[in-house]
């Protein structure tokens, strides 16, 4: 904050708008910065999710396909308890008054996304920034 008696002081005084847009970024400086965010944090088309496997060879064993298994079961557990919390009216915090549903850490335990961007579900097995 400025100090009383300062030229910063004055200006913000006299014309708070113009004050205030000294203090922000560039326009070209933000859509840079956005759009580097966006290209670094596209996801592949090809994107595998936890609990997904992109290939049923990946091991023969026993003990792992059945632990594998037990794990995705959860998941689809997990994903059960986030869809009906979601649904549940008296859980105001889980959708809010823009009535777009919680999906953080969603599993989605559905088949792959093979849109290429950003929706919302599924936890990949590798990560963007």
Do not use: C
């Not at 037990?70 to 105001?92: A, P, T, Y």
């Amino acid at each position: 904050m400025s100090e009383p008696g300062t030229k910063e002081y004055d200006e913000l005084k006299n014309d708070l708008d113009l004050a205030f847009l000294k203090t922000i970024t560039a326009q070209f400086q933000t859509l840079l910065g956005v759009s580097l965010i966006e290209v670094l944090s596209r996801h592949a088309t090809d994107e595998i999710y936890l609990g997904q496997r992109d290939t049923a060879e990946w091991t023969t064993e026993d003990e792992p396909l059945a632990a594998f298994e037990r794990f995705g079961k959860k998941l689809v557990e997990i994903e059960s308890r986030i869809m009906e919390r979601n649904n549940d009216s008296k859980l105001k915090n889980r959708v809010g008054p823009v009535k777009v549903s919680y999906t953080l850490l969603y599993p989605n335990t559905s088949d792959y996304s093979r849109d290429g961007g950003l929706t919302g579900k599924g936890i990949p097995n590798s990560i963007s920034i």
